[in-house]
Structures are given as structure tokens and as C-alpha cells.
């Protein structure tokens, strides 16, 4: 079946960091934008970050510009979120989505929730000391 999987969340130390990956089964990747998602305890959803079909293009959120980077390889039908610099703030259920956008030169935009048409389940990643 169709479907997104996250993995390589974890607990890590203030300053510390993780790398998560969203793995696609039973559709490729190859054009669809793929946004990266948390969501904290009692707060709402939050987007992250997008990158479009080719990994040319990436657009980020300015609360993780600069410690964050989505990649993809499209060979492994596969994203990544390389975390740096983490926070106790960033503590969070991590989400994958996929948007239909086979628009290869055109900067990718966080959508509403509603607009994707494939979530994974989430990775809990906590930072702690």
C-alpha cells in the first residue's frame, strides 16, 4: 500500500544531533514536493521545510533555517531532515507529507494539512539533558 515512514527519531542532549528520514513505499517520490512537519505537545502542527522534486529547490521555516536541511534521493525514493543545534523546543512528533508537484523549477511552499496526499505516522524525536 501507498504510505510514508518515518524514522531516526530519538532522545538527544541539548546541542545535539539527529538525522530523520521519510521513506516512500508503493509510489515514487520522484514528483512530489515533501514537507517535514512537528508537532509539540498541546500546540498546533508546525511545518519545517519543503523541497521540491529534484532537491533543487528548498524553502525552510526561519525557526529552523540555519540548524535544519531537507535532502532527497530520489534513487532510495527517500527524504531526509538533518538536525543540528537541537533545542529542548524542538521536542516534537516529526511528520513526512508528499504534495503531487511536478514542477521541477518552481520554489516549493508549506501547504495546510489538509492539501497533501500522503502523511506518515511520525518519529518522536526528544531533546533533553
Known amino acids: 500500500q501507498s504510505q510514508l515512514v518515518e524514522s531516526g527519531g530519538g532522545l538527544v542532549k541539548p546541542g545535539g544531533s539527529l538525522r530523520l528520514s521519510c521513506a516512500a513505499s508503493g509510489f515514487s517520490l520522484e514528483h512530489y514536493a515533501i514537507s517535514w512537519f512537528r508537532q509539540a505537545p498541546g500546540k498546533e502542527r508546525e511545518g519545517l521545510a519543503c523541497?521540491?522534486?529534484?532537491?533543487?529547490?528548498?524553502n525552510y521555516m526561519d525557526s529552523v533555517k540555519g540548524r535544519f536541511t531537507i535532502s532527497r534521493d530520489n534513487a532510495k525514493n527517500a527524504v531526509y531532515l538533518q538536525m543540528n543545534s537541537l533545542k529542548p523546543e524542538d521536542t516534537a512528533v516529526y511528520f513526512c507529507?508528499?504534495?503531487?508537484?511536478?514542477?521541477?523549477?518552481?520554489?516549493?511552499?508549506?501547504?495546510?494539512?489538509?492539501?497533501?496526499?500522503?502523511w506518515g505516522q511520525g518519529t518522536q524525536v526528544t531533546v533533553s539533558s
Open positions: 507529507a508528499a504534495d503531487y508537484f511536478p514542477f521541477m523549477q518552481t520554489m516549493p511552499i508549506l501547504r495546510p494539512e489538509n492539501e497533501y496526499e500522503y
Open positions: 523541497i521540491n522534486g529534484d532537491g533543487g529547490l528548498t
